[in-house]
């Protein structure tokens, strides 16, 4: 069930995916994290922030819609208060996803980062709006993308990880930008911008209007992009997108992803990461897979297309 992630060596594909999972430690009376391959920390900024105001998360059809607004106690309380209390599960690797609204503020969580023991990897949250140039998202302007994983990439002492935007006309020539920036890997996809208005008040569901949507409805439209992604870059890529059970999982590397994150599940089942790493497992047996490995872009094509 190992695989090879961007230098690292996971136990298993299975990762729990950042805003989805605390920092970590909320779940480790839940789950044994001792059975996933990893887990991604909420968004660490440079200072703490309160999110946006409350409703900010609903059910949707066949998934849901949040607008949590990022909320988090910030890089100085976290390598504090909570990344000590994960150093019992080395095993598991623990990958900090990262933000701000200027380029400086990615930079100053990772150098604040870069000393602290027990973190894997970086992931680089690039769906957020660049405050200094008008608020364009980074993810989705390819100038903005590329010097944002440059300068990351120049002072990151860790591996890498680029977490796209779907919310762009072609995901794969923004693949290839956080490449050559200097990419060590890609997470994808990120949630849909989505609205949902009440019709007896009329007002919007969600305080901040919009929203991401995520869950099992954007589950096809995130394996396209995978797809396409793994055929324009040589980088491995991290699936997700309403995975729900194993079998949802083996599509995605089919399509291409190395490894997966396991999100709005884990809302509804807080189990569910452990328990799709142990169905994963199940069913290779079942079907004779020696390695998980071999999944990844096996995808079976008719020689017509």
């Not at 608020?135 to 903005?144: E, H, I, K, L, R």
């Not at 995130?222 to 599509?251: F, H, K, N, Q, T």
Request: net charge neutral.
């Amino acid at each position: 069930m190992r695989v090879q992630f961007c230098g690292l060596e996971l136990r298993n594909p299975i990762i729990a995916a950042s805003g989805t999972f605390g920092y970590g430690i909320e779940f480790d009376d839940i789950i044994d994290l001792s059975k996933i391959g990893g887990f991604i920390t909420k968004g660490i900024s440079r200072e703490p922030m309160d999110g946006n105001p409350a409703p900010r998360i609903i059910e949707t059809s066949s998934g849901m819609m949040n607008a949590i607004g990022l909320q988090n106690i910030g890089v100085a309380a976290f390598l504090k208060d909570k990344l000590p209390r994960l150093s019992p599960y080395a095993g598991t690797a623990c990958i900090v996803n990262v933000f701000g609204f200027r380029i400086e503020d990615y930079l100053a969580v990772i150098e604040a980062l870069n000393p602290a023991p027990g973190i894997a990897a970086y992931e680089l949250n690039a769906s957020c709006p660049n405050t200094r140039h008008g608020g364009q998202v980074f993810g989705t302007d390819g100038y903005q993308l590329r010097e944002l994983v440059s300068e990351a990439r120049a002072v990151s002492k860790r591996p890498l990880i680029v977490k796209l935007s779907p919310n762009v006309t072609s995901i794969a020539s923004m693949a290839l930008t956080a490449q050559d920036a200097g990419a060590d890997a890609l997470s994808l996809v990120n949630t849909f911008l989505s609205l949902a208005i009440d019709v007896k008040t009329r007002k919007p569901q969600i305080a901040n209007v919009t929203g991401g949507l995520s869950g099992p409805a954007i589950r096809p439209i995130a394996l396209r992009m995978v797809y396409e992604c793994w055929r324009a870059v040589s980088i491995p890529i991290l699936g997700m997108g309403g995975i729900m059970r194993a079998e949802d999982a083996v599509e995605f590397m089919l399509a291409g992803a190395t490894a997966v994150q396991i999100g709005t599940a884990s809302y509804a089942d807080p189990r569910a990461t452990e328990r799709i790493a142990k169905t994963l497992e199940s069913w290779c047996a079942n079907q004779h897979i020696p390695s998980v490995r071999i999944l990844t872009g096996g995808m079976q094509l008719d020689p017509k297309v």
